[in-house]
């Protein structure tokens, strides 16, 4: 049947012209528009009597008899109008098809990129874009860092693509031979095959698909790592059972005699006519033993399996704990009471000198290789952190620049937060060419200072000296010196040069304490027969008390106080081939710790070493104040030492640096001061200069003890005019031999390498010599 020329057309939208194919019949339709409703459609040979054809927006039309000479076309579904998202992200998906099109074909992508080009190099002469070289250094630290995120992302998407292709090219089934038929024609679609009707489909981009398949690849991924957890769960808890069970079958059990073994040895010795009901009744013993699993039993004692590691985990801890004790480490703790105790054994508190992340890493440089954990973890337990309401004996230098770089990490000028942090900065090591600043690697290394403003002033805090007037007992007006922490105001220019100004005396006063160390360890190491080392210090004098006190006394000046000087005597057991040590103590009732008191401290205790080790060299080690022991007097006291011991051939005395003497002394006098305030807490009484000594030589028998008389000390003549050295906080180690009695080698540094007094140090550590030619004579 041939269907006529022309059909009604009723539509209510646009349609724009298409071309349907439908069993090789052509049906065209003309434009129609909203506002005509009606328009012709040229039919031609369309043989059919009611069809439905897929338009490519997803709406259908339905083709179908109408009157007798027409036939009408009707829309079955109106268009759904879209959001502006979805206008949106057609637009985009249109966007990327055309720079898709444009990209494979290699005229239009070079055109584009032509194009780009030349709107960049437009932009750039609108200012609009700014090239790196004229932007700020943050701008430039920012623009780096987008550039290097935006360069990892894109790493990551082609890594992304290339896993999910070799996915997809692995999970893919083998293709059948047919597919690689090498012969074979295309295939041509049947004309005469009517396309089932159905809604028209969207043709996403390979953007879309890809990221739809890494979701999916995203999901399985996850899927697949959850189970492998649960199951590396399970693995490690039966072989946690495993073990225990292993454990539980290795221990050897002991196997009981059973009833059948005996049966034999009792049926010999039975007569025959009871043999049979004894027989029963073994039989019935060996059921129950059976029924209640008692022929097999653990034995009592289980024995102990001994780990193969415990030798290296000791050997660990002892390097941890020697580490920690170290004098660089820490410090320990001059209070009487700040001690531990801990499973009956009580320890003198020692506390660190920095964070234990810092010591760490200086752990990993001297010693081995630990965790950070187990450094922790193995922390000796009177090694404890500093608190504020300790009792504190700081550095002054040292704390001075700790407070100008806290004021200079505060108004985020340096990175650094302490002195420790700026050495580490400045130097690439803690050695002596580095502080000295004469390392190639770290000599020319500054610090790094942030931008800043200097129109808005800094407050920072200093200690400082003053002068301050004063009006004494007698009337008359006096000046006393104290030390206080001032509160001071300056622009960030001028706190950054004061800090500049104090570094030359910060690094050298750090490299005294580290050569100064050093040193004083290698001696102790080293000390050969006949030589001794002698550490001393004042402990702060002790308040004499009782249990009960009036209020007159309490508050009064009624209470009197002793004096102690400590100290440990270090040598070398010839007989034994070990080093020893012996710790002393001299009480005085004389308050003096000048250098007329130390003199009559220090007699009687080298004449106790003469009885120990018949010494002929001795090193001394104190701290250094210039009222006690850096002094004229006591340079003039070395060259009279051979009066006590004639056999005396060699003296050397050895200066810590100002602020770091600490040391052992300290820890003897907190034990002395502890056992008369515990002997006072349990209802006894301290009152007197005789209780204290009759106390404390009795309760502590392994310390030397000495009494010094306030007669003793007024002795000690000392000629007039004594001469001065010029440079003499600068000294660290005194030198005398018996091979020129008459002067004295001062160094800068303690060096027991240069034996030669006479000669220069070959170290750069002489500073001069001092003669006393002109001393006169005097008493020991």
């Not at 300290?666 to 305030?677: F, L, N, Y």
């Amino acid at each position: 049947m041939i269907i006529t020329p022309y059909l009604r057309f009723d539509c209510v939208t646009e349609i724009t012209r298409h071309v349907f194919r439908l069993r090789t019949k052509n049906i065209e339709c003309s434009r129609a528009s909203a506002q005509s409703a009606d328009k012709l459609l040229d039919l031609r040979e369309y043989e059919t009597v009611s069809d439905t054809i897929p338009v490519k927006t997803g709406l259908y039309l339905s083709v179908g008899p109408g009157n007798r000479d027409e036939w009408t076309i009707t829309m079955g579904k109106t268009r759904k109008k879209l959001t502006r998202e979805e206008k949106l992200a057609k637009d985009r998906i249109r966007k990327r098809e055309k720079y898709a099109q444009i990209k494979n074909n290699p005229e239009l992508y070079s055109l584009q990129k032509e194009k780009e080009r030349n709107r960049y190099l437009v932009r750039k002469e609108k200012n609009k874009i700014c090239s790196i070289k004229d932007m700020t250094p943050r701008a430039q630290r920012e623009q780096r860092k987008r550039w290097r995120k935006n360069s990892q992302n894109y790493l990551k998407k082609m890594e992304k693509a290339k896993t999910l292709e070799r996915i997809l090219v692995e999970n893919s089934p083998p293709q059948s031979e047919s597919n690689f038929c090498v012969n074979a024609e295309p295939q041509i679609p049947d004309p005469m095959t009517v396309a089932e009707p159905g809604p028209s489909t969207i043709k996403h981009s390979k953007s879309t698909q890809l990221a739809k398949f890494n979701n999916i690849l995203r999901r399985i991924r996850y899927n697949h790592m959850k189970t492998v957890k649960i199951l590396n769960g399970r693995i490690k808890k039966l072989e946690r059972e495993k073990d225990v069970l292993r454990k539980r079958s290795n221990i050897t059990q002991k196997v009981c005699d059973t009833i059948e073994k005996k049966v034999d040895e009792v049926l010999t010795e039975i007569r025959p006519d009871k043999k049979e009901a004894v027989k029963k009744q073994l039989l019935f013993n060996d059921t129950k033993l059976r029924k209640y699993k008692l022929l097999h039993k653990l034995p009592f004692s289980r024995r102990k399996k001994k780990t193969a590691n415990v030798d290296n985990k000791q050997i660990l801890l002892n390097k941890i704990h020697s580490f920690f004790e170290e004098d660089t480490n820490s410090r320990v703790a001059a209070g009487k009471k700040e001690f531990i105790k801990k499973h009956g054994v009580k320890k003198q508190k020692r506390y660190l000198n920095d964070n234990l992340k810092n010591l760490h890493e200086t752990f990993l440089k001297e010693r081995c290789s630990v965790s950070y954990s187990s450094f922790c973890k193995y922390r000796p337990y009177w090694v404890v952190f500093p608190k504020v309401d300790r009792d504190t004996c700081q550095c002054k230098l040292h704390s001075n620049v700790n407070l100008l770089v806290k004021a200079l990490k505060t108004a985020q000028i340096i990175s650094e937060s302490s002195g420790t942090h700026v050495i580490n900065s400045l130097c690439c090591d803690v050695k002596q060419k580095c502080l000295e600043r004469s390392c190639k690697f770290c000599a020319n290394k500054v610090l790094n200072y942030h931008e800043f403003k200097n129109n808005k002033k800094n407050i920072f805090h200093q200690w400082v000296v003053e002068k301050k007037p004063y009006t004494g007992k007698d009337g008359k007006q006096k000046i006393k010196i104290v030390s206080i922490k001032q509160r001071f105001e300056d622009y960030p220019r001028n706190v950054i040069y004061k800090l500049e100004s104090s570094l030359d005396t910060f690094l050298k006063h750090n490299l005294n304490i580290t050569v100064q160390y050093q040193v004083i360890e290698q001696l102790k190491q080293n000390l050969r027969d006949h030589e001794i080392l002698v550490h001393v210090d004042f402990s702060e004098n002790y308040c004499l008390k009782y249990n009960e006190e009036i209020q007159s006394f309490h508050f009064g000046g009624s209470r009197e106080q002793v004096s102690l000087h400590t100290g440990v005597l270090y040598y070398k057991d010839s007989d034994a081939g070990v080093f020893r040590t012996k710790p002393f103590c001299t009480i005085s009732d004389c308050l003096k710790h000048d250098a007329k008191a130390i003199w009559a401290h220090l007699c009687p205790i080298l004449k106790m070493a003469q009885t120990a080790v018949p010494y002929e060299i001795v090193h001394f080690l104190s701290d250094s104040p210039s009222s006690q022991y850096r002094n004229k007097t006591i340079f003039y006291m070395i060259t009279k030492l051979e009066d006590i011991n004639p056999n005396i051939r060699r003296v050397t005395w050895n200066y810590q640096e100002s602020g770091h003497g600490k040391g052992a002394p300290d820890g003897i006098g907190a034990v002395v001061k502890r056992t008369a305030d515990n002997f006072v807490k349990y209802g006894g009484d301290v009152g007197t200069y005789e209780d204290f000594w009759a106390l404390v030589t009795k309760n502590i028998p392994n310390v030397y003890f000495d009494m010094i008389t306030e007669r003793d000390i007024e002795d000690k003549i000392i000629p007039p005019n004594i001469p001065g050295f010029k440079g003499t906080m600068k000294v660290h180690q005194i030198i005398w031999t018996a091979d020129n009695k008459k002067t004295i080698t001062l160094r800068s540094l303690s060096c027991f390498e240069c034996q030669d007094c006479f000669i220069p140090c070959q170290h750069n550590k002489h500073l001069g010599y001092l003669n006393s030619d002109y001393y006169g004579e005097t008493e020991c």
